[in-house]
């Protein structure tokens, strides 16, 4: 696929998620210094993977972060199945609109939507993180327990935001500390970086890469990302759930965009 088509392709995919974006207000952001924001650390790229469970391929996924005016962003991944995954109807998409600081160092998260259909079923949620009063909440499709404001403290992220922030913080033997709070939830996400490098084939590029676990989690699932540096992406995403994969996603190839 041409980069032209595969830009096209995901800008199709996207509308929907941001149009549900769009409809919740933003919350208004602070003052900022003359000074430019340091967010060089971020450059826009748009990632091709495919989506395995075990063995078997389970359909393809992209994931884009896509500059907006000022120091905002946006991070979105968005899973399509093939096969029997197709068949099943499942399909996945979410999305944060967030800031950074003048160094670049954080990133806070403004708005995120979550679209999860399976067959007939479609769940849709929208966030609102108001740095304001220091709350988030979700409405949508969103169970009472979940419904609840939620008090947000300095450094709160989303997952697709605790993502980017491992490949920023991540180094040989490091433990890396983030608060996730997505969807109504809120948990302490530790990770632990392996120590020695594994090489990692993607498509037709092989890299040196870094295992991070997340670590000291008691709801049953686990998280396991290879990064390498210099790449903006996550070179392979694992998501296993009682012990067993709930998807992998190994990343086929990334482009920087405009």
Known sequence: ???????????????????????????????????????????????????????????????????????????????????????????????????????????????????????????????????KSRTARWTGDVKESRSRPVALQPGDMSGLLINLAVIRDAAPGKALHYRFVDDGRVRDHRYQVASDVESMGAGDMRFDTLRVSRIGNTSGDETLLWVANGVPTPIRILQRDDGQDSYDLRLVEYKGIQ
Do not use: C
């Open 1 to 131: 696929m041409t980069r032209t088509r595969l830009i096209t392709a995901v800008a199709a995919l996207i509308v929907p998620l941001s149009a549900a974006i769009a409809q919740s207000a933003l919350p208004t952001p602070p003052a900022t210094s003359a000074v430019a924001p340091a967010a060089a650390a971020l450059e826009p790229f748009i990632a091709q993977y495919k989506v395995y469970k075990g063995s078997s391929e389970l359909g393809e996924a992209t994931l884009q972060l896509v500059r907006q005016p000022g120091n905002r962003w946006r991070v979105d991944l968005l899973m399509r199945g093939g096969g029997l995954f197709k068949i099943a109807g499942v399909h996945a998409d979410q999305s944060t609109v967030f800031d950074t600081s003048i160094s670049g160092q954080t990133y806070r998260p403004l708005t995120q939507a979550t679209v999860r259909r399976v067959v007939f079923t479609q769940r849709k949620t929208i966030g609102l993180y108001d740095w």
